[in-house]
């Protein structure tokens, strides 16, 4: 199988922070803004689909189907998602809450979705999107789940599937988790 690469260019006025795919469209994140592009074949250039404006300057991006979770390093994380049938960019909801954001990624536990976040501080945070929960202001607010002190700053991460534990070892778990508890706690 051949693969052609040809020559393209294409002028935005800012630096390009990340790229990513979704959906056989690009994603670009150029500044404060996200821009989609589709490439069109017989025009043989980029056509913009959609953008969406952040407030100071996004430092990384991560892409989920059709949603785009990006973190502006001042304002915290944004989550995007791409309307195909209205052709818009929308924000679903966000977290002004963490900022200094050097690393994010999406994390999955079964039905569950997480939004992990790290910041210069040196916290790892993970978040939820729940449109129920009151807290959340009709879902327009990310919530906190988890907040832990890591102590290291990190600047990149990546979602690993876990192995999963033979049964013998799942009981071997329970019995001294069980054994523990009897014991009581040590004065």
Known sequence: RTVAIREYSHH????INTLAQMEGKLVVAIAAKVLLYEWNKEKRQ???????DCEVFIVKMRVLKNYILVGD????????????????????????GINQ???LEFAYDGDCLG????????????????PSDEDSRKGQKLLVYAD????????????????SLPPSALS???????????DGPKP
Do not use: C
């Open 73 to 96: 390093y001042f304002r915290g994380l944004h989550l995007l998602a791409w309307d195909d049938p209205m052709r818009l960019i929308v924000n679903v909801a966000r977290d002004p």
């Open 115 to 130: 939004l992990v976040a790290s910041a210069e501080n040196q916290r790892l945070q993970v978040m939820r999107f729940l």
């Open 46 to 52: 980029l056509v913009g689909r959609g953008f969406y």
């Open 101 to 103: 954001i050097m690393a």
């Open 12 to 15: 935005e006025k800012g630096p």
């Open 172 to 182: 071997a778990l329970a019995d001294s988790k069980k054994r523990k508890s009897a």
């Open 148 to 163: 832990t002190l890591i102590g290291r700053r990190i600047s990149d991460m990546r979602i690993l599937r876990a192995r």
